[in-house]
């Protein structure tokens, strides 16, 4: 319905096809958790920008590839994609189910 004030629907990808999608070079992983949990662990590769300071114009140049936002289990990345579509930045993709999703395929973290 036009102008009900809702965003569109967020895309997204499960933890294979985001794996699939970082090996081969056409994601760039944001992660918007806060920056003593992305000290913790998190998925190797991704750029940290907190959702609590979270500024969808200074989001990296994603030179041609996919900018795919990530949290703890999905809540946070996609009030970030919210932000996103207010600031008609195109970023529409994250992770459903976040690191916990990542972590529960099987797939590795980095800690520290």
């Not at 933890?15 to 992983?29: H, N, Y």
Request: proline fraction near 4%.
């Amino acid at each position: 319905m036009f102008g009900s004030g809702k965003t569109k629907a967020h895309n997204e990808i499960d933890a294979q096809t985001l794996k699939a999608m970082l090996a081969d070079g056409s994601a760039m992983l944001v992660d918007v958790r806060e920056p003593d949990e992305f000290a913790a662990e998190h998925i190797s590769g991704a750029f940290n920008a907190p959702l609590s300071c979270f500024a969808p114009h200074d989001l990296p140049e994603a030179a041609g590839r996919t900018i795919v936002l990530q949290c703890a289990g999905g809540k946070r990345s996609a009030l970030a994609l919210d932000q996103c579509g207010k600031a008609q930045v195109a970023v529409d993709t994250h992770l459903a189910g976040g690191i916990g999703a990542w972590k529960a395929a099987g797939l590795q973290v980095e800690h520290g």
